[in-house]
């Protein structure tokens, strides 16, 4: 499953530095390297400590985690959706995207430049939110003619069109087409829009290296994440600069490094899982003497979708799948105990996936 999480931000906030630290990021995944597809978007494991703890029960010869893969996305300025600096460019990379990391400068710093010169968080968020809003309500503006032009001889564009008319007002009124209430007949008509504010997004305020320090809040991500956590969703923060740095450095280096700044791991990695989240991802596990393996799924899927992460033979063929639940697994401490104590349980094709899950599925083709 290919979902990808684009890494959008005004020029100089530190966007392509924590593209970069994503990277060349060696979190605990040594078994999936980082892999680049093309220039400017990049697969990187998903952290997950279960993996280690299922590579200790079934010791295999290789553990392959999920992974997320992320997009940095050109540059922004004022009149983007008029086409000025990289706008169209803009523009046109977030709509391949499904989901939005949006970075924002909370540092202060006289070496590098501000295209606003200042730093001012909620600035910078509502001119980027303006942007991609102004490009939606030129796209719900053309869908508008067409559709009412349709129901004049087509009787299921009405429904359309009624839906079409009060998107526009919610979005004339500064609204997220995100944040627009629908009902399910609706998110149909929403889905085909196809509109850059209905797509889920995440802040990250890029903080300075004294702040990491501190453990405080300046002025500036203070007021962004209140702001954000209070009105918006989601938002975290991180030091750009310093997880660059972090990257960088083996598995040893990387410990002492952690342990002077008292982290506990990466600010990338809370990123990392973040945006999984973001995207409504969840993890299944398969596991066995040649590999142990996190494979990726929507969240809801049934038993038989989730199967068909592995081959499509698997739904088509589906018969049952045989459930253990990690906390069961890993109080067993072995596959065949947990089994002999009555703990797995033969599901059907209604069966929700639960993250976490250690399946073993039966299918016939």
Same mark, same amino acid.
């Given at each position: 499953?290919?979902?990808? $999480?684009?890494?959008?931000?005004?020029?100089?906030?530190?966007?392509?530095?924590?593209?970069?630290?994503?990277?060349s990021?060696?979190?605990?995944?040594?078994?999936?390297?980082? $892999?680049?597809?093309?220039?400017?978007?990049?697969?990187?494991?998903?952290?997950?400590?279960?993996l280690e703890?299922?590579?200790?029960?079934?010791?295999?010869?290789?553990i392959?985690?999920?992974?997320?893969e992320?997009?940095?996305?050109?540059?922004?300025?004022?009149?983007?959706?008029?086409?000025?600096?990289?706008?169209?460019?803009?523009?046109?990379?977030?709509?391949?995207?499904?989901?939005?990391?949006?970075?924002?400068?909370?540092?202060?710093?006289?070496?590098?430049?501000?295209?606003?010169?200042?730093?001012?968080?909620?600035?910078?968020?509502?001119?980027?939110?303006?942007?991609?809003?102004?490009?939606?309500?030129?796209?719900?503006?053309?869908?508008?003619?067409?559709?009412?032009?349709?129901?004049?001889?087509?009787?299921?564009?009405?429904?359309?069109?009624?839906?079409?008319?009060?998107?526009?007002?919610?979005?004339?009124?500064?609204?997220?087409?995100?944040?627009?209430? $629908?009902?399910?007949?609706?998110?149909?008509?929403?889905?085909?829009?196809?509109?850059?504010?209905?797509?889920?997004?995440?802040?990250?305020?890029?903080?300075?290296?004294?702040?990491?320090?501190?453990?405080?809040?300046?002025?500036?991500?203070?007021?962004?994440?209140?702001?954000?956590?209070?009105?918006?969703?989601?938002?975290?923060?991180? $030091?750009?600069?310093?997880? *660059?740095?972090?990257?960088?450095l083996?598995?040893?280096?990387?410990?002492?490094?952690?342990?002077?700044?008292?982290?506990?791991?990466?600010?990338?990695n809370?990123?990392?899982?973040?945006?999984?989240?973001?995207?409504?991802?969840?993890?299944?596990?398969?596991?066995?003497?040649k590999?142990?393996?996190?494979?990726?799924?929507?969240?809801?899927?049934?038993?038989?979708?989730?199967?068909?992460?592995?081959?499509?033979?698997?739904?088509?063929?589906?018969?049952?799948?045989?459930?253990?639940?990690?906390?069961d697994?890993?109080?067993?401490?072995?596959e065949?105990?947990?089994?002999?104590?009555g703990?797995?349980?033969?599901?059907?094709?209604?069966?929700?996936?639960?993250?976490?899950?250690?399946?073993?599925? *039966?299918?016939?083709?």
């Amino acid at each position: 499953m290919s979902l990808t $999480c684009g890494i959008i931000g005004l020029p100089n906030v530190g966007k392509s530095t924590i593209f970069n630290a994503l990277t060349s990021s060696s979190v605990p995944a040594e078994n999936y390297p980082f $892999c680049t597809i093309e220039p400017h978007i990049g697969i990187v494991p998903l952290p997950d400590k279960r993996l280690e703890v299922l590579g200790d029960i079934y010791n295999p010869q290789k553990i392959t985690p999920a992974t997320v893969e992320f997009t940095d996305i050109a540059g922004l300025v004022k009149g983007a959706s008029l086409g000025e600096g990289l706008g169209n460019q803009f523009l046109a990379q977030i709509r391949q995207v499904d989901a939005i990391v949006h970075v924002v400068r909370c540092f202060e710093d006289e070496n590098v430049a501000h295209v606003e010169n200042s730093i001012d968080p909620l600035r910078d968020v509502e001119l980027i939110e303006t942007e991609l809003l102004l490009a939606d309500l030129n796209t719900i503006d053309k869908n508008l003619l067409r559709t009412e032009k349709l129901s004049k001889s087509d009787n299921a564009a009405v429904l359309k069109l009624e839906f079409i008319k009060k998107l526009k007002a919610f979005c004339d009124g500064g609204g997220a087409a995100r944040n627009y209430k $629908c009902t399910d007949e609706e998110l149909k008509f929403l889905d085909e829009l196809f509109l850059l504010t209905s797509k889920p997004i995440m802040y990250v305020a890029n903080i300075n290296e004294d702040e990491l320090i501190s453990g405080k809040n300046s002025k500036h991500s203070d007021i962004l994440l209140s702001t954000i956590d209070k009105n918006i969703g989601q938002a975290m923060k991180l $030091c750009g600069k310093v997880e *660059h740095e972090i990257s960088l450095l083996d598995t040893v280096e990387q410990s002492e490094f952690l342990s002077e700044y008292n982290l506990s791991e990466p600010g990338l990695n809370h990123l990392i899982k973040k945006a999984f989240a973001l995207l409504k991802l969840e993890t299944y596990f398969t596991g066995g003497e040649k590999e142990v393996r996190a494979w990726t799924i929507k969240k809801g899927s049934s038993a038989p979708k989730a199967a068909s992460v592995i081959h499509t033979d698997f739904e088509k063929g589906f018969i049952k799948a045989e459930i253990v639940k990690y906390a069961d697994l890993v109080k067993m401490g072995s596959e065949k105990l947990a089994k002999d104590s009555g703990l797995a349980k033969l599901e059907g094709k209604e069966y929700i996936v639960q993250d976490g899950d250690c399946i073993y599925f *039966h299918f016939n083709v």
